[in-house]
């Protein structure tokens, strides 16, 4: 099964179990919550089902496309199921199965893993989900987002397609990977993989970075008295990366992570309650 | 049902895998919690089975009643005249002997109030039970509770099915939406199967069919036996790490064994990050050969009955080479920096806010070693001592231990192979690991002079920056880890036998951070933890603890030696004499400020007697304590004991003339720091003490 049928498959899986089809988002994230079709959708607190694909960047995480797992960025299958349903472990399983994977003949296992996003203000139990050693899914029951305690508790799982993909097609690497009949997953990502590398760990620009974070910053409060919420977020979100991209050149002491950490989180949990507030 | 006390309970829990956290805390706190349950009912000898696995808590209570004991008891009710009037029950005795079910033959006047009997207990077992054990569980003291649907329950996990049975019979309990039934769950990677039960008494037979052990013991032996088999055949041991193996086993429900191997290009890392890679994040057990060389292979347990062998071996091959590969990234990156590099680095780490870099933290170390040589009379090279205190602490900066999660527990250990790398001697390298020894009473210590004395600056520095940074231990919360400095500092201290003044030393090290205020705090919090370790390791009791921790200095490993001849002493007849001698000295100088001995000229033979005693005992000591020899000291200190007695029989200490009685009061002075010189007796307690002589 080649990856881009891994998506679809998934697509159409959840499709069937009720899911609206979403697309990733239009900016940089570092995950698939950041997604304001999770992040401010969880916060209507009503029966809500989607799952869309969504492009991780973590520049932190790159290898130089010399590790074979570890990459600045990678493809997350998200899915939200809001109310969370007694038997989502085995609709999860199934998902598995659906995908061509004899779930018998290998070894699943939840192994305790509380997810937290503290830029965004958000936590929840849940575990990793491991198919014969290898981590394939995060799988989360939240309980905060925004820094709002939610009524109504949504599972959150999110698939990495890439591992998953190696799984299924038994690579050693996720370079290897086929992406479909033509191409490999190097084909298509070799190159900007290599450069994003140099640019997260050497060339950017942290001072223009860091005047863009500030100017970002300011903007989200700007727009929030306007009472403009998803133009505001967009501003929250460039916040993060741009934090995130800052981390990587290593121009960030442990005592401004801190600081810049707890800034993020306090427009994060402005934005929530705006929409909560404008909900109601 | 029986009558007698053979009736059973069982109950199955059923959840999502919980965390094993969660499962050790249940193991250990839960059954006493369901004895003294039922014990609170009076319901006793009974047998309680608890049985654990990531998806079931489940229970067999044995030996149970078929109801709690009743119990009749008289209670005292309202005054007689409000509960009749003309001899006839008012609305309120009407009320309340409604509301409590009572009939008139229930009921007796006494003393001008009504008093009724009334029943307790009684109470039938099974809805006792259903009523109260899962809050029993759910009492025990997780760390982390959630939600999960639209009831208000919370647990570590979500629960997804309850049964319970009182023998044959199916009990209607509830947990939140859940009902209690008669199915369970197999193994998760069996199928997930619903499976019907009759009783408790198919289910444990239903369950193991099903590829579910129950018992934990069961399951561990059965990962015990495998490794042995599968290791010894290949002339490898294991590693063995009860801490792994214990995790492992509260991970499955049925434990299959594999061996895999990793490329063995690795062998070249530090051994310590092999093993964590394998054990930290994958929960791999580690072999080695008998060379004691680390082996490239590796054993994992897994749930999977029906797994099949090549994959899955594969597929955790693959992880733990990718594994490897990110250690070797972050270890190539890391030796490449030179110490330069890493100095630079731990400028810009934070140590504590307002309390400067782990640079800085360094150089406060650094001068805290100095000062300690200098103490003991020793010189160091200072350009050595730099040096050291580099390598201390270098790794914290180093991306192995920032950002290598899994890593993390390395600090020390990869300080010490880096410095080894950079050409470092052993014994300085050592001090990567060694400052931070011991880690708790009975752990390794430092081995290395230059480690010991690291250890103790290390741990002085921490203690006093907490202190004036706000961050000092209070109830459970102690987030600088004071506690286990300190207790970590004073076994140090006493095991090494270092002769070093802790006064003096927090005194430096607060002047180093610029504060002069909190000695006392921190002085007064150490001999609390000292006076703890004493008790708790070395059985000394709090009073001698005392007797010793009064003294203008605070010698730990003096203090312990001192207490341990007054513990062999404390039975003695003679040292309980000598006690209360100085009690009465003490008592009689209490509130009086210190007067000096000026004039020596008595004309009572009962204070000259007690003056030349003192003089000679005083100056015979002084020779025995340059040689430690408490023993003499004690003795001599118990010859003074007559002439106090002789004192305080004979003479009168406060005389109308102001002068004679000063005099004596100074001679009493000049007595008691005789004995404090060694302790202050006057702390020490007897059971059974005798106050004829107290009284003066």
Known sequence: ?280 | MSKGKDNTIFFELGFEELPVSALKLIQKDLTKKILDFFESEKVKNIDVQLFLTPRRLVLFIKNLPEKTPAIEKIEKGPQENLFFEDNRPTKLAEGFMKSRKLNPSDIEIKDGFVWYKKLEGGVEISSLFIKNIFNLVNSLEFEKRMKWDDTNIVFPRPIRWVNSFFNNQQLEIKIGNLVGANFTYGNRNTGNLKIPFFNGYDFLEKTKDNYVVLSFEERKQMIVDKIKDISENQGLSLIWDEELLEEVTYLVEYPVIFKGKFDNRFLYLPKEIIIAALKQHQRYFTLENEKGELSNYFIFVANSPYASYEDIVKNNQRIINSRLEDAEFYFKNDIARSMDEYENRLKKTIFCEGFGSFYEKVERNVKLVEYIFGKMKMEYDPQILKEAGIISKFDIATDMIKDGKEFTKLQGRIGYHYARLKGFDENLSKISYEHYLPVNVDGDKPKTLLGKIFSISDKVDNISVAFVSGNKPTGSKDIMYVRRDTLSLLSLLVYENIEIDLYEIFKFSLELLNQKDHLEKIIDYVKKRMEIFLQDYHSIPYDISRSLLQSSTFITSDIKMRAEKILNLKNDFDFRRMVEGQKRVSNILKNISHVELKDKNFENVYEKDLYEKGKDVLMVNKKYFETKDYDSILKNLLSLVSYINDFFDNVLVNDQDEQKKNKRLALLFFIKNIFMDFADFSYIVFEHVDLKKEKL
């Open chain 1, 1 to 280: 099964m080649y990856f881009q049928d891994v998506y679809l498959k998934l697509c159409n899986y959840w499709a069937d179990n009720g899911a609206l089809i979403y697309q990733p988002y239009n900016s940089e994230v570092g995950a698939g919550t950041f997604n304001p079709a999770t992040f401010l959708k969880v916060l209507d607190e009503k029966y809500y089902r989607t799952a869309y694909l969504e492009i991780s960047k973590r520049p932190k995480d790159g290898r130089y496309a010399e590790n074979p797992n570890r990459f600045q960025q990678f493809y997350q299958f998200q899915v939200i199921v809001q109310p969370a349903v007694d038997d989502i472990m085995d609709i999860y399983t199934k998902s598995l199965e659906y995908i061509g994977v004899d779930i018998k003949r290998h070894d699943i296992r939840f192994v305790e893993d509380d997810w937290e996003s503290p830029t965004l203000g958000a936590k929840g139990l849940g575990w990793e989900v491991w198919i014969d050693g290898m981590e394939i899914t995060q799988f989360t029951y939240f309980q905060q987002i925004g820094s709002i305690m939610l009524k109504v508790i949504p599972v959150e799982i999110t698939y990495g397609l890439e591992r998953i993909t190696m799984f299924v097609q038994k690579k050693d690497s996720v370079l290897d990977i086929e992406w479909n009949k033509e191409y490999k997953w190097k084909d298509v990502m070799l190159q900007q993989e290599r450069e994003y590398c140099v640019f997260n760990f050497k060339e950017s620009d942290s001072d223009f970075i860091m005047s863009q974070f500030i100017k970002s910053e300011s903007e989200v409060d700007r727009l929030l008295e306007k009472d403009l919420i998803y133009p505001a977020y967009d501003y929250l979100i460039k916040c993060s990366h741009f934090f995130n991209l800052l981390d990587a050149r290593g121009v960030i002491s442990q005592k401004e992570r801190a600081n810049y950490i707890t800034r993020i989180r306090n427009l994060a949990k402005k934005v929530a309650k705006k929409y909560v507030e404008g909900k109601r």
